[in-house]
């Protein structure tokens, strides 16, 4: 039941936008996004709850499309301080969490 | 402040003996989790609780234990049954009860090795 996401990694210049998708064989009731840096914790971005949600966080923002069991993450103008690994979640049967399979963004100057 | 405390940062574990990482939270809430996540690798979800005395086996259960006698504790024994236990473990907790909304806030980690 994890999620699926694509790509697995990216390189970024600076100023340049990027895409992460998160694809799941499961219904898809809300879906999570974390970013982890390399060495800590994952921290919270936001949750999307509902079909065709967009969430924006600074110039990071969401999309969910509860139909295609998708979300997308999009990451506009990035910044060297976006470097990490990105992992969206779910929550499958008996309310057990999914982490995604991750992508890990690498910005350079 | 409120959050999450792990301890140790660092364990180290020699072959047959059992350890045991503490995660307490002081946020008030409900859910906790513990995740292993092995070098370049996701989150795998080892045990969670949603209440107090209560907890569920994740996908990667063998050779770990657990045990929620106290809402802020939830502590993770790593048995000798767990025969690859070097890891970075990951403990999570979030209001949710039965509750997918809500958003998980992560401890600083424990990286663990084998002697």
């Known amino acids: 039941q994890q999620p699926v996401q694509s790509p697995q990694a990216v390189i970024l210049r600076e100023g340049e936008d990027a895409v992460i998708n998160c694809s799941s064989s499961?219904?898809?009731?809300?879906v999570h996004w974390y970013r982890q840096k390399h060495g800590e914790a994952p921290v919270f971005l936001m949750i999307l709850l509902k079909g065709g949600e967009q969430k924006g966080h600074e110039k990071i923002s969401a999309s969910f499309n509860e139909k295609k069991q998708q979300s997308s993450l999009y990451l506009t103008a990035s910044q060297l301080s976006y470097s990490g690994t990105y992992f969206c979640?779910?929550?499958?049967?008996?309310?057990?969490?999914?982490f995604g399979t991750g992508t890990s963004l690498t910005v350079i100057p | 402040d409120g959050g999450i405390t792990q301890s140790p940062k660092y364990l180290f574990r020699k072959e047959g003996q059992n350890v045991t990482l503490s995660c307490e939270q002081n946020?008030?809430?409900?859910?906790m989790y513990w995740y292993r996540q092995d070098p370049g690798q996701g989150l795998r979800l080892i045990y969670y609780s949603q209440i107090v005395n209560d907890f569920q086996k994740g996908d990667i259960a063998e050779g770990y234990s657990v045990s929620r006698e106290k809402k802020e504790s939830f502590p993770l024994t790593v048995t000798s049954a767990q025969k690859n236990p070097t890891a970075f473990y990951l403990c999570?907790?979030?209001?949710?009860?039965?509750?997918?909304?809500?958003?998980?806030?992560f401890g600083d980690g424990t990286r663990l090795s084998i002697l």
């Open positions: 499961k219904a898809l009731y809300s």
């Open positions: 999570a907790s979030s209001t949710a009860r039965g509750n997918s909304n809500q958003p998980q806030h």
């Open positions: 946020l008030n809430h409900d859910a």
């Open positions: 979640g779910t929550v499958g049967g008996g309310n057990q969490f999914y």
